[in-house]
């Protein structure tokens, strides 16, 4: 927010998840463009995928890891 003022520029709020902080874009930048620039989500979310995987397969049950407590 302080560099988009610095900058003479406006910013918007985008909420990412129900519950968290939304995150503060450069207004006027296409959704598609910010996701396009951005990798840590998905990279994130792939290796979560290769982490369950690796967890159900070890496991005697076979069943998915129990979620947050």
Do not use: K
């Amino acid at each position: 927010m302080e560099a988009c003022e610095a900058l003479g520029l406006a910013c918007d709020p985008r909420t990412v998840a129900p519950g968290r902080r939304p995150v503060m874009e450069v207004a006027g930048v296409p959704h598609e463009l910010i996701r396009w620039t951005s990798r840590r989500s998905a990279q994130a979310a792939a290796c979560l995928t290769d982490l369950e995987h690796e967890y159900v397969t070890t496991r005697r049950s076979g069943a998915p890891p129990n979620g947050p407590r």
